[in-house]
């Protein structure tokens, strides 16, 4: 069950002094996309090395919990592509396809 994303949003804006080192509440906090939230997350993979793969297993984090992807998940997305190893990257493109677009430069993806 999801929690209402105002709660989500209070709770990991709460604690994210020390959520915001583990790959999963980077992930959630994308997927739950408030303002608020985005901006903890760019302002805390400002500071993680581009060495460390941060979204590995994103969409299978987000599968598990019953989170499906959509178009304004992927924009929340847009600026980290270059972070992608070629899994996520598959998953990008596997997302587009599920929601009608046929490839991630229809949405103004662009590979690095």
């Given at each position: 069950?999801?929690?209402?994303?105002?709660?989500?949003?209070?709770?990991?804006?709460?604690?994210?002094?020390?959520?915001?080192?583990?790959?999963?509440?980077?992930?959630?906090?994308?997927?739950?996309?408030?303002?608020?939230?985005?901006?903890?997350?760019?302002?805390?993979?400002?500071?993680?090395?581009?060495?460390?793969?941060?979204?590995?297993?994103?969409?299978i984090?987000?599968?598990?919990v019953?989170?499906?992807?959509?178009?304004?998940?992927l924009?929340?997305?847009?600026?980290?592509?270059?972070?992608f190893?070629?899994?996520?990257?598959?998953?990008?493109?596997?997302?587009?396809?599920?929601?009608?677009?046929?490839?991630?430069?229809?949405?103004?993806?662009?590979?690095?």
């Amino acid at each position: 069950m999801l929690i209402p994303s105002v709660d989500a949003e209070e709770l990991l804006s709460k604690h994210w002094k020390h959520l915001q080192y583990s790959p999963v509440m980077i992930h959630a906090a994308l997927a739950v996309g408030t303002p608020e939230l985005t901006d903890l997350v760019k302002d805390t993979l400002q500071i993680v090395p581009e060495s460390v793969n941060i979204f590995e297993h994103f969409f299978i984090h987000l599968q598990m919990v019953g989170i499906k992807s959509d178009l304004l998940l992927l924009e929340r997305l847009k600026p980290y592509v270059h972070r992608f190893d070629e899994h996520t990257t598959r998953d990008i493109t596997e997302a587009c396809s599920k929601l009608g677009k046929t490839k991630p430069e229809s949405i103004g993806y662009t590979q690095t």
